[in-house]
């Protein structure tokens, strides 16, 4: 199985082992470092650990991980690529060694103040390994599969599953523990998301404008970019409209949005946030 990872350079082969072992550590170091001192629970699979660790404290909450995460890289050996499934393994791992040795207290007494700190910390965690052709195992290998197969945003993923995590710690522990869980993956799931797309998020552009022409070509010249014309007709007039299609990233839908203004003023301009973009160059995820 190793001669699927070896199919990736060298370089590629480091570069993706020190995004998933450094997102690993920094991960470990939200958990122990602040969630589990102050009695929040984490999300995800490490949340179910957390909370089956209070039943039974005899086995630590590494061990719990560990054991829970193999139906679920099970599921990755059948949906995701091998050579993900292999870095996820190495993920895995080092998750469940930073988690077993990393054993420090960051000194933030204010509690929304240390759940928003666990959030970032765990964010950039999260971000770094997703980055990788590779996971930390757990809600990482779901969040992968959703997206390939529904297009479903990682940090919704996240933050619907663990919703069950939070009822589950409302009930076990207290809802102030709950409340302080729910800052942290709220901050968690968006850090998460910034660190994995950043500005490479694609937005859509729809233009319509009777100068459709003069704004085309002036897209085209300046940006290097392609554009659709989507032709039709208007719904009271039966005038032909044309509309014009173009997906770009954030800064060049800012500088399409000057384009169509100076073009005309009077022009309907609509940007739509992604959800995923695949082909033609225009790729916003990794190669998992």
Not at 156 to 167: D, K, Q, R, Y
Not at 180 to 196: G, R
Not at 239 to 257: D, Y
């Amino acid at each position: 199985m190793g001669i699927i990872i070896l199919k990736d350079n060298l370089l590629e082969v480091l570069k993706n082992l020190f995004l998933i072992t450094g997102g690993c550590v920094v991960a470990a170091i939200a958990l122990n470092g602040i969630l589990i001192p102050h009695q929040f629970v984490s999300g995800g699979i490490v949340g179910i650990s957390i909370l089956l660790n209070s039943i039974f404290p005899f086995i630590s909450v590494s061990i719990f991980n560990f054991i829970l995460n193999i139906p679920i890289f099970a599921a990755g050996w059948i949906f995701v690529r091998r050579r993900f499934f292999l870095y996820s393994i190495a993920g895995i791992l080092s998750y469940t060694v930073a988690l077993h040795f990393l054993q420090f207290i960051i000194p933030v007494h204010d509690k929304i103040l240390a759940a928003i700190l666990a959030g970032i910390i765990s964010g950039i965690g999260g971000g770094m390994i997703l980055k990788s052709k590779g996971s930390g195992g757990g809600l990482d290998i779901l969040s992968v599969i959703l997206l390939k197969k529904f297009s479903i945003r990682v940090g919704s993923t996240i933050l619907g599953f663990n919703s069950i995590v939070l009822v589950l710690a409302g009930i076990m522990f207290s809802i102030d523990s709950a409340l302080y869980t729910l800052v942290y993956i709220f901050v968690t799931s968006k850090m998460t998301e910034v660190v994995l797309t950043g500005l490479t998020q694609r937005k859509v552009v729809f233009i319509l404008s009777d100068k459709w022409r003069e704004i085309s070509g002036k897209i085209r010249k300046d940006l290097s970019k392609g554009i659709t014309v989507l032709n039709g007709s208007r719904a009271a007039s039966g005038k032909e409209a044309h509309v014009l299609f173009t997906v770009a990233t954030v800064r060049e839908s800012v500088r399409i949005k000057e384009i169509v203004n100076e073009k005309d003023k009077k022009a309907l301009i609509v940007i739509q946030e992604t959800v995923d973009v695949a082909g033609r160059r225009m790729d916003s995820r990794p190669d998992w």
